[in-house]
């Protein structure tokens, strides 16, 4: 696969979190807390936008302490690049079933038993970090004991941890990844053929969604959210049999359907996640089992054109930034900013740093899709007409309407909504059909430019055939 040449510099360094070294409480100082496979979300705290980063895997652990599964909890401020962070150890137990966050750590690290998840820590919980109305949750994790499905809520205003509901196994809710919030419900996959399903209106678990031929993912799939569709990337470990492997599961958990479809070029596990302008980005991930595998490439899938493509800017790498590849790290969106950090790297050594990247240096095609949706409707169209004729410095100058990026908006850009109005139907409702949509095999042609690559596009989109 043609790759286009990373673009050097495009990474800005930040601050790691001085949580995660060494020990706030002791141990070998010169032992590593850095953890890797931790969940992240993004939400208000403290009248800022800020990055939650929970949990995680650690095998370098001092005596004492839980060697593989970490309890941490760290919150990243963007607008004063710091870090609210401890260890975890001295949480107050309120003996009501709430634990008071000392440090504003809500979970101890395997010394003790006071935070919710007692001696074990959460562990691994890639994408099952979610956060919604002011309150972070995280829902099961692999650890060194069970932890029956249970929801653990951190309330930011009363800084208090708890219990909210437990799902009643274990089924599903420690390696797997894949969960999503779609309209106030967060959904994973459980068992074959149905997503588990939490209310966060209600804190309470609901019945289990009926998806017709949806497979269980392979271990620490990443995930995303597009209109109200759940994006599962399955990864590296699933031989299609014919020279490929991975898939990509596209999932209305509202009215119960799934579209199979091919995964990226490069089949990755591990992988950090996010949407940003109705597009599922992955960045680096492992291509195998080992850590050796990790790769710097950034992939992602545009509904729009039905396709996946591989960005022209890599991941921090040693070439450009001076940093190994990584797996299981931590990568949220703020705005247009992706921050990516910790990880395990391909030499196998836990890492702490942050990095942060303009999306919008991207400089991708946009097929039409003037405000970012993954939808070319008529919403697209009323944006290039408003912006019609204008160029930068008008008053009604509109770079996202500028599709071309001729600095002018005119009839090129309008030719492009156009030429992809036949799926702006991409993200709406699909009919219920009761069983697993098949996918269209992939066009023959590959088509390269200077903002990436693709290959030939589908006949289909989510939900619709053209």
């Known amino acids: 696969m043609a790759v286009v040449a990373p673009a050097p510099g495009a990474w800005t360094p930040l601050t790691g979190d001085p949580g995660l070294w060494p020990y706030a409480d002791g141990g ?16 208000m705290y403290q009248g800022a936008v800020c990055i939650f980063s929970v949990g995680g ?16 909890f760290s919150i990243y401020d963007p607008t ?3 870090w609210v962070a401890a260890d975890g150890t001295d949480d107050i137990d309120n003996g009501d079933g709430t634990w008071t966050s000392v440090g504003l750590c809500g979970y101890n690290n395997g010394r003790g038993g006071l935070s919710p998840v007692a001696d074990d820590g959460v562990g691994v919980v890639m994408d099952q970090v979610f956060y919604v109305d002011g309150a972070v949750y995280v829902c099961g994790g692999e650890s060194t004991g069970t932890v029956g499905g249970k929801m653990a809520k951190y309330d930011i205003a009363s800084n208090v941890w708890s219990y909210t509901d437990e799902l009643g196994d274990d089924e599903g809710v420690c390696r797997v990844g894949g969960g999503g919030l779609v309209e106030g419900h967060w959904y994973k996959v459980h068992t074959p053929d149905y997503l588990m399903r939490y209310d966060c209106a209600t804190d309470t678990w609901q019945p289990d969604v009926h998806v017709p031929g949806l497979p269980v993912p392979q271990p620490y799939a990443p995930s995303g959210v597009i209109g109200r569709r759940l994006l599962i990337v ?30 990226p070029d490069v089949a990755i596990g591990q992988a950090g996640s996010i949407v940003w302008k109705g597009k599922l980005w992955l960045f680096g991930g492992r291509t195998a089992g080992a850590a050796d595998s990790a790769t710097d490439l950034i992939q992602y899938y545009d509904p729009v054109i039905d396709d996946w493509l591989t960005a022209p800017i890599r991941c921090p790498n040693m070439a450009n930034e001076g ?27 836990m890492m702490n740093d942050l990095w942060s990247l303009n999306m919008t240096s991207m400089g991708l095609e946009r097929h039409g899709d003037v405000d970012g949706n993954g939808v070319v ?20 100058w509109d770079p996202e309407a500028d599709l071309d990026s001729s600095g002018v908006v005119d009839g090129l850009d309008l030719a492009e909504v156009i030429s992809n109005w036949s799926l702006e139907a991409a993200l709406a409702p699909a009919t219920p059909s009761g069983t697993a949509a098949q996918e269209d095999e992939p066009g023959p042609e ?13 006949a289909t989109s989510f939900g619709h055939g053209h």
């Open 377 to 396: 409707d008529g919403l697209d169209l009323t944006g290039v007409l408003t912006a019609w004729a204008t160029s930068p410095g008008d008053p009604m």
């Open 446 to 458: 590959r088509i390269k430019n200077g903002k990436g690559e693709r290959r030939g596009r589908r």
């Open 28 to 43: 070998d100082p010169t032992l590593p807390f850095n953890t890797y496979r931790m969940g992240g979300a993004v939400g």
């Open 80 to 82: 004063t690049d710091s």
């Open 57 to 72: 895997r650690n095998f370098q652990a001092p005596a004492g302490y839980a060697v593989e599964h970490q309890s941490r």
């Open 234 to 263: 399955d990864t590296f470990d699933l031989d299609n049999g014919d020279g490929t492997f991975g898939k990509l599961y596209v999932i209305d958990p509202v009215v119960s359907t799934l579209e199979i479809k091919p995964g």
């Open 323 to 349: 940093v190994p590849n990584r797996s299981g790290h931590v990568c949220e969106l703020i705005g247009d900013t992706v921050y990516l950090g910790n990880g395990l790297s391909d030499g196998g050594v």
